[in-house]
C-alpha cells in the first residue's frame, strides 16, 4: 500500500494536517482494527462530520455533526457525569431512568413560564405532591376521580364549583354528606 510504519509527528507552532484537496469527495481516517474498524469523515455530500463503524463513510453512523452545527447520535448514549443543554432539544421521545430533575426555582405564573414546561398533557403514574399552590387556570377546568373519571368537580366561572351528577361530598366514614337532591 505505501503506507508509513511507525509513530508521526505533526510538530510546530501552529501544525495543520489536512485531509482531502478541497475538491467534492469524502475524506477519511479509517482505524483498522483486529475484529472492527472505525472512521472519522468528511461525508462530503452532506456536509456532516462523522464518526461511524465500518471503513467506508456513512457506514453505520455513530455521531455526526452538521454544517448547522447540531449533533446527532445514533444509539444509546451513556453519561458518567452532568449533561449541559444550551438550546433546544428535538426528539420523539426523551427518556430518563432515574430522576429528571431541574433545580431552577423560577416560579409558574402562567403556562408558559417556571422551571418545568410543557406545551402537552403531563402523565404521573405515581404520586403527584406540590409544595405550594395548584392552579387551574382555565374556565370550566374539571377535576376528574376515579380509574373511569365518574367523580368531577368543575370549576363554573363566577360561580364556584360543581360536583357532578348526584354524587356526594361525604363526611366522616361517608354517614354525613352533602348531596344534590336531582341531576
Excluded: R, W
Amino acid at each position: 500500500d505505501g503506507g508509513i510504519s511507525g509513530d508521526v509527528s505533526l510538530i510546530g507552532t501552529t501544525p495543520t494536517f489536512t485531509i482531502g484537496d478541497a475538491g467534492a469527495e469524502d475524506a477519511a481516517l479509517v482505524f483498522d482494527g483486529n475484529a472492527q474498524d472505525f472512521y472519522i469523515a468528511l461525508d462530503d455530500s452532506a456536509d456532516d462530520l462523522i464518526i461511524g463503524l465500518g471503513a467506508a463513510v456513512g457506514t453505520t453512523p455513530m455521531l455526526s455533526f452538521t454544517e448547522a452545527k447540531a449533533a446527532a447520535f445514533t444509539g444509546a448514549v451513556t453519561m458518567a457525569t452532568t449533561l449541559g443543554v444550551t438550546g433546544a432539544v428535538t426528539s420523539a421521545a426523551l427518556t430518563a431512568s432515574g430522576i429528571l430533575k431541574t433545580d431552577d426555582a423560577t416560579e409558574a405564573t402562567s403556562t408558559t413560564d417556571g422551571s418545568l414546561q410543557t406545551d402537552g398533557g403531563l402523565s404521573v403514574v405515581k404520586d403527584a405532591v406540590f409544595g405550594d399552590d395548584v392552579k387551574l387556570l382555565s374556565d370550566s377546568s374539571v377535576i376528574a376521580f376515579g380509574a373511569d373519571g365518574d367523580t368531577t368537580l368543575t370549576h363554573t366561572d363566577g360561580t364556584g364549583l360543581t360536583l357532578n351528577s348526584t354524587n356526594k361530598l361525604c363526611f366522616n366514614d361517608a354517614s354525613q354528606f352533602v348531596q344534590g337532591s336531582s341531576a
